[in-house]
Each structure stands twice: as C-alpha cells, then as structure tokens.
C-alpha cells in the first residue's frame, strides 16, 4: 500500500499490549476532538470524539483522555492488534461558526505480531 | 467504503501541467472539504463548499482552485504544477456546513508531480 509519512513519530508495540498515542493541541477554545486512524493507502477513519465537559471516553477497546489544563489528549487501545497498525491522528474544533477542524501530524503505530 | 468518492486513484503528470481531482461527497452531506496530504505537512486543510457556495479557505495556492457542481461533486483544480504539489489529495464531506462531529474522507488522490 502507499506510504502515508515517513517523517512522523513512531510507535511499536507487540500484538496484545496496551497502546498509548499522544496528542497535544494548540488553542484553548477548541471544545471538541476527534482521533482518526488513517491505514496505507486509505483516507482517515473516525475512531472516537470527545468533548471538553468530559475527560475521558470510551469505546470498543479504546479509551480518550483529555486534559485540558495542559492541552493534551491520549489515545488509549487495549490488546493492540496487527490490523490496527495504521497513522493515527488527532484533531481539534470549535464548536460553531466556520471554525475548520486542524489536524495533528500523526502517530504511526506498528503492531509486531 | 466510506461513500466519499474520489478520482482518480493515482495521477502521474509532468511538472508545468494542469490536472482535475474529482470528489463526489457521500449521499446527503452538502459540504465538501479539500485536504493535501505531503511527507512534511500532515494534513492541511485547502478548501471547503457548501451547498455550491465557497465557505472557507485555508492554505490553498492561487494555482489551486475548487468548485462545487450543483449535483454537489466538487472538483480540484491543481494548475502549473511543481515538484512539490506531489501529495496525496483528500476529499471529505459532512452534512452541514461545519464539521461539528467529524468528516467522512474519501480514500484520496495520489498526484506525483514528475
């Protein structure tokens, strides 16, 4: 498939452990995010949002932390699997107006089998 | 399959050129967004429409220009190419005019720019 990045942070984990993808955002007034996860050759999937009233959120084996004192949210993916070997990316809005959402760079996570 | 449509899959053209990337958005949303993706710059936001109507600009070249067909497909016009216009090129599209819960994308256009 084609390469998405090769200058982007990288993160390996075996097959079952825990991942972690971090993320930190830039403008205090965004009040809803979002993680995409973007495989070779494919355009960015949504996976989870969160809004800035909640912390934290979970989904099917994967869990969004935010912390909006130091502008920082994490991904969190239980028993990694091969398949979910892909970028992963974040991204920040603002709720109303025509405030366009600004994705991060994006984390590639490898899954070793 | 996200519903998001684009074309062509992959474009080879020479440095000088013009070439058309076409987006048809998934049925009902009436937005369209346009999104370069290069090694360097990650994702960075071109162009949007609503509804025929250009709504927002981001970083988007003078030799670049967009449009939005009133059977909603939208088209990326990318002209006097360079080596650097070489990327991936993304299509997204939403319902209402602003992304409030997200886009669906469509699986991207690779242009390389030889």
């Known amino acids: 498939g084609e390469s998405v990045g090769l200058h982007l942070p990288t993160l390996s984990v075996q097959e079952g452990d825990n991942s972690i993808i971090n993320c930190a955002y830039s403008n205090s007034a965004s009040d809803y995010f979002i993680w995409y996860k973007q495989e070779s050759g494919k355009g960015p999937q949504f996976i989870i949002d969160i809004r800035s009233n909640m912390d934290k959120r979970q989904g099917q084996r994967v869990t969004v932390l935010l912390n909006k004192t130091v502008k920082h949210l994490s991904l969190q993916i239980a028993a990694t699997q091969p398949g979910d070997s892909a970028v992963y990316f974040c991204?920040?809005?603002?709720?109303?107006?025509?405030?366009?959402?600004?994705f991060g760079r994006g984390t590639s996570l490898i899954v070793h089998p | 399959d996200s519903g998001v449509t684009q074309t062509p899959k992959h474009l080879i053209t020479a440095t000088g050129q013009r070439v058309t990337l076409r987006c048809s958005p998934r049925?009902?949303?009436?937005?369209v967004y346009w999104y370069q993706q290069s090694l360097d710059q990650g994702l960075q936001f071109l162009i949007q429409?609503?509804?025929?109507?250009?709504?927002a600009k981001g970083n988007i070249l003078e030799r670049f220009s967009a449009q939005q067909f009133p059977d909603l497909h939208s088209e990326l016009n990318l002209s006097s190419l360079e080596l650097g216009d070489s990327a991936l090129y993304f299509c997204?599209?939403?319902?209402?005019?602003?992304?409030?819960?997200?886009?669906?994308f469509g699986s991207g256009t690779r242009l390389t720019v030889v």
């Open positions: 429409y609503y509804n025929g109507e250009e709504r």
């Open positions: 049925s009902g949303d009436l937005s």
């Open positions: 991204a920040e809005n603002r709720s109303g107006g025509s405030y366009i959402p600004t």
């Open positions: 997204a599209s939403s319902v209402g005019g602003q992304p409030a819960y997200g886009y669906t």
